[in-house]
């Protein structure tokens, strides 16, 4: 394949649809962004194909996808996406017969797990776990230089290992699954009650005095400004993923974990709070090499770079 071939990237969450442009090199050439009509699977389907048709070139070989929920990697089906109204949407077949190209479709994390270790926090790597700490909780194994996707497509759903049973509900159905501790909803719903109780603090004022509007953002930037209960909150929802990190890192033995998602905003106000706890949960501490938690490195393209340059070594192999 020649060097100048390039892939569209897409990321389809349940807010966004990110399409970018990729060179072999990771580099981004162009990009568009639309709002998904998440309610509306089909609808959801002709704005992805929409917004790669702005974007064709003539060098574009092919098209990778990243999607919220499992997806059949083998047929490109997303089967079940917890927190959306999407059930057996075959996104790979819709795209290349609108578009006339090969698509790849993978889970949304494991692509963005892709995209970190090919250009961000995880080169040079070997193993890699990436953790996406957003709205939800995903993950992304690099094994031996290769994604590893399991039997289906379905592997690294980190976010629904039940870590509190008879903890809150959560959109898979399941109570107390690690996303509903260890997540931006979860360090929003602590900030919620953190305001109903203090009605005087920084979380209160900074949504209006209704704590019905306090998000995760709104406890990171209370904490941000040094406020206590924010900082107590961010360090008790960090202690908990870094629990989780644990018990993955048990499991698969990887060289680094990286974290992205929306709560890499956060920074070390959650992150050091999950190295602490990580370092007091791990087997055999001690006895093992440090396995460095550290940033993502390509903030919202991972996905769709990641999704790219998967779609592109598809055709290569
Ligand atoms: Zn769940």
Not at 33 to 52: F, Q, Y
Not at 104 to 111: K, S, W
Not at 246 to 257: C, E, K, M, R, W
Not at 281 to 309: K, M, S
Request: aromatic share 4%.
């Amino acid at each position: 394949m020649s060097e100048a071939a390039q892939a569209l990237g897409i990321d389809v969450g349940g807010t966004k649809i990110e399409s970018l442009r990729v060179a072999r090199d990771g580099s981004i050439l162009s990009r568009s962004r639309s709002v998904t009509p998440a309610d509306d699977p089909e609808a959801t389907i002709a704005a992805m194909i929409e917004g790669a048709k702005g974007l064709l070139e003539p060098q574009v070989v092919a098209i990778g996808v990243g999607a919220a929920g499992l997806v059949d990697a083998n047929s490109g089906v997303l089967r079940f996406a917890p927190n959306l109204a999407w059930r057996e949407l075959p996104i790979a077949a819709r795209m290349s017969d609108a578009l006339g190209l090969p698509c790849q479709v993978d889970n949304d994390a494991n692509v963005a797990a892709w995209g970190e270790y090919r250009f961000g926090a995880g080169r040079g790597y070997r193993h890699m776990l990436l953790v996406t700490v957003g709205t939800g909780i995903g993950g992304g194994i690099v094994a031996g230089r290769r994604l590893f996707r399991g039997a289906h497509g379905f592997a690294a759903e980190i976010g629904h290992i039940i870590v509190e049973p008879d903890g809150p509900l959560c959109g898979c159905g399941n109570r107390g699954c690690l996303e509903q501790v260890a997540s931006g909803q979860a360090i929003g719903r602590l900030g919620r009650e953190a305001a109903a109780d203090r009605p005087q603090s920084l979380i209160a004022e900074l949504a209006d005095h209704d704590p019905m509007h306090v998000t995760g953002e709104t406890v990171t930037r209370a904490a941000k400004a040094g406020d206590d209960v924010a900082i107590r909150i961010l360090s008790q929802v960090g202690g908990r993923l870094g629990e989780g990190i644990a018990g993955l890192v048990n499991v698969i033995d990887p060289q680094i974990v990286v974290i992205g998602g929306g709560v890499v905003e956060a920074g070390d106000l959650l992150i050091r709070p999950a190295e602490a706890a990580f370092i007091q949960a791990v087997e055999g501490y001690e006895h093992r090499p440090a396995v460095p938690l550290v940033a993502a490195q390509l903030g919202n393209d991972a996905g769709a770079v990641g999704a790219a340059a998967l779609a592109l070594e598809e055709l290569g192999s």
